[in-house]
Each structure stands twice: as C-alpha cells, then as structure tokens.
C-alpha cells in the first residue's frame, strides 16, 4: 500500500537467524533515528496464528526480545528541587551531559530523600547503602524510555570534601515549612515531602484553584480548568481571593480572553491553511460571556460551609470530611480557631475535639494548614470576598436529646451511621466518636464491645437502637 517500512525488518528461518538480526539491530541502535526497547519475532504464517491463538490477551505467535538497558557514567553537578502541582518536593539530579543510547542526558530522577540516602520506603539499604552526593561519579540507566535513573555510585571516585545532601524542610518556591505526613494505615513517614502552603505557594496554585472552582466545591460555572490556567498565566487569579474581584479588572480579563481566542484562531489557519473565524464577532460575543461568568462568581458569594471548606484544599479533606467539619464548627472562624489550637499543640489529638470520622491525619493536615500563617492570610482575604454560610443545626424545643452527648456503637440495623449520626444531629445532640465521662447516651446495636464496656464504667446510660427510635419519636 506504500507504507514505508523499516530495512530492518527481515523473516529468518530459524532461532540463530533471529538472534542475528536481533545483534545486527542492537549494533545499529543508536544511529536509528528513533528509541526502541528492543525487537518483536513474529510467526508469519496466518493459518499458525490462528491456530495457536491467545493467552490472557497476549499472542503465542510473537514475542518481545528487549535489549539490555543502556548505561552510562557521568558526575552529579547539582541537585535541584522542583515543586509539583499539589506541593510534593521532588530531586531531580543535574549531571554533566552523558550520551546514554545515543541520548543525551542531563537529567535524572531520584524520587525523594530516602532514594538519595540509599533505603527504600521499608528502610532497607538500595545500592548497598550508598548515599548519592553532589560531585558524584554515578552510573546512570535508562530502560525501556522512562526517565534515566541513577543506578549506583562509584564510591571510589566520590571526592574529598563532599557532604550528604539534606532535603530542604521548606519550600524552595514558597518558604513554607515542607513535611512528611505519617501514613494512617502503616504508620510510617511518607516517603515525600510536601509544602504546607496550599492556598499561598506559587508552584500549588493552578492546582488549588482549579480545585477551589471545580464542581463538589465552589462550582463556579463558566471558570473551568481551562479558563483557571488562562487567568492565572496572565497574572489575573493569583489566589481564589483574586476570582472575585475579576469584575473590576474587566478590561485586562477581556483582553486574556481576546488573545487567546486571536491564538486558537490563528492555530486553526495554520493547520487547515485558511482563515476561518472571524476573530471581531467572537470578541463581541465575548462581553456577553463576561457578564455571565461574573454573574455566576457573585452567585458563590454565600456558599455552604461544607462547600467551602472542601474548596479551600486542605490536604486529606474530602467532601465527606468537609461537611462533618461544617457540622461540627459551624462557621469557619471556629474551624480556624481550632486549627491554630491544635497547630502549636504538643499532642493535637488531646485538644482537637473527639468527632466520628476524624482521625488523626485529617487533624495533622489541620494543624499543618492552619499553623501556616500564609493560608490564614489568604484565608482573611478570600473572607473579604466570600461569606459562608454558618451551619445552623435546628433545634426542636420538644427534643429529649437537644444538648446531649451521643455516641453510638455496634450494628445499628433500621439506620446507618452516618444517618443515624445526622439525626441525632438535626435533633440538637453532639454525637461523639468515643465514650467519656461528658458522654449522656450511648446507643449499643448488636455486637457492642469495648464503648459498651466503657460506657458502664462511666455511668452512661446505654440504650438500644429501637429505644433510640421510641426517644426521637420516630
Ligand atoms: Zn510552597
């Protein structure tokens, strides 16, 4: 059909042929042209294909035969951090140019902190322990076509004097103070280091303002991804704060706008070779489209708390998290005030009140973000702009139960917990998430174990899920 195809690509007749051509390529590799990983052998004949079929998706009539990764030696000149959209603190090293495959590499990948100290994330030795330090002589790979890593360190060749590199503890774009988080489950660090300013750094914050404008949080219609990226590259949002005084600043978001209807248009001519929009009728469709989109900012002006607490993009908070933290504080400014509690506090779970569904991470992202001056900064200024709405619980004047600390434990079967816990809540009780001494009622289904136990210790009276139902009058 006069595809060009590849001289390469011949048909032997026997294993040794194959391993030939197989040679012949590898030894050609480098002045192809092109990457590849290795060659494909195939069996020709269509009526054998068929007959021998697949397995689990993959043909027994071909087969892959990858040549081994190529390496290098070249010396580390630098490490350099560079901050990712949602703030993880990743090494990249600098290395003196080193053609690997007919390559030229500069760069290379050396994950985090643990890698360039030489343990894994389980703290056992990778490269027998060796460290990887500015001015060090290193072997570098690259497999297949990912990024080249670095596979070992010539200790021989490290020169006097070098120093073991020290991840910096703040963000290198912003300053702010860059962490390990504690994994809830396994209970280790993490193996990455993050920056803590989500509403303040730089490198974060296309991110959390796509995040603050998406639909579960602030769902501001007209001010997708797309248009978040064009208004922060113009310099017009910064900050959610900045969306909402978009209005005032109408000419130059017309102008952004404008130019990039100009850009796509002039893209379009340059592919099909013909001039196809008219780029004034699409400018005054534009002020149309303006007024919408600011009608449509003004309207988030009050937004639930919920909402709003789910877009400010703490870390480890969900919207689920975000309503049960809406219910809990009420108002944002006691959400804050609590956060800054807990964020100079020596053990943060002691101080933070006991609530179903918060665990310890989601407390530390609270400490973490609220104890970073620069969020509340940006907190206090995107106030100025926006007015959530408090949670108000309502309360009926006739409820047994209005004012009480509840907890409940065991299989409830008429309800589920979470529904059993928005009841009580409607209904004007604290629902806890362990019994203490300031528990009122706990109430056990089936299979109550140590909250049962508890709960007898402390005097609390304890009732059963249909004697719950017969209090609220349900
Ligand atoms: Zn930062």
Redesign the pocket.
């Known amino acids: 059909m006069g595809f060009p195809i590849s001289p390469l690509m011949v048909r032997a007749a026997s294993a040794e042929e194959l391993i030939a051509q197989y040679k012949l390529i590898e030894s050609q590799r480098s002045a192809l042209g092109y990457d590849i990983d290795g060659v494909v052998y195939k069996v020709d004949q269509l009526e054998l294909q068929r007959r021998w079929g697949f397995v689990t998706g993959e043909p027994r009539w071909a087969i892959a035969h990858k040549f081994p990764a190529e390496q290098a030696t070249t010396t580390v000149r630098d490490i350099e951090i560079q ?1 990712g959209r949602t ?1 993880t603190l990743a090494p990249i090293a600098r290395l003196d140019p080193v053609s690997v495959g007919g390559v030229t590499v500069v760069n290379a990948t050396l994950h985090n902190e643990d890698y360039i100290a030489g343990r894994d994330s389980n703290g056992l030795p990778i490269r027998d322990g060796r460290d990887i330090r500015v001015g060090d002589t290193v072997t570098i790979q690259r497999a297949g076509d990912v990024i080249p890593q670095i596979v070992d360190v010539l200790i021989d060749k490290r020169p006097a004097g070098t120093e073991p590199f020290h991840m910096p503890e703040t ?1 290198p ?2 300053g ?1 103070p860059a962490v390990r988080e504690i994994n809830e489950k396994t209970g280790k660090e993490d193996s990455r280091r993050r ?1 803590t ?1 989500e509403l303040f ?1 730089p ?2 914050a296309v991110e959390n303002l796509r995040h603050f404008v998406s639909r579960g949080a602030m769902d501001i219609e007209g001010l997708g991804a797309e248009n978040i990226e064009l208004l922060f590259s113009k310099d017009l949002v910064k900050t959610p704060a900045d969306i909402f005084t978009l209005k005032d600043r109408r000419a130059d978001v017309q102008r952004a706008f404008a130019e990039r209807r100009e850009e796509q248009a002039r893209q379009r001519e340059a592919l099909s070779g013909k001039a196809r929009k008219n780029v004034r009728s699409v400018e005054d469709r534009n002020y149309e489209g303006l007024d919408k989109l600011f009608a449509a900012i003004d309207a988030r002006r009050d937004p639930e708390l919920d909402r709003f607490v789910f877009a400010l993009g703490i870390r480890h908070i969900g919207e689920t998290t975000a309503s049960v933290l809406a219910r809990t504080f009420g108002s944002v400014e006691k959400l804050q005030e609590a956060g800054r509690e807990i964020a100079v506090a020596t053990d943060p779970m002691s101080v933070f009140p006991s609530i179903d569904g918060i665990g310890a991470t989601v407390v530390e992202a609270l400490a973490e973000f609220f104890g970073n001056e620069r969020n509340n900064e940006a907190l206090a200024k995107l106030l100025e702009q926006v007015k959530p709405n408090p949670y108000v619980v309502t309360i009926s004047a006739d409820s047994q139960i209005a004012g009480k600390t509840v907890v409940f434990t065991g299989t409830l079967e008429k309800m589920s917990r979470s529904e059993a816990k928005a009841m009580a809540e409607r209904l004007g009780a604290k629902v806890a998430g362990s019994v203490s001494a300031k528990t009122d009622i706990l109430v056990a289904g089936p299979g109550a174990g140590s909250k049962l136990k508890q709960a007898q210790e402390h005097g609390v009276e304890v009732i059963s899920e249909d004697e719950w139902f017969a209090r609220v009058g349900k």
């Open positions: 901050v703030g963000c774009v912003c702010s920056c300013g750094c490198a974060q």
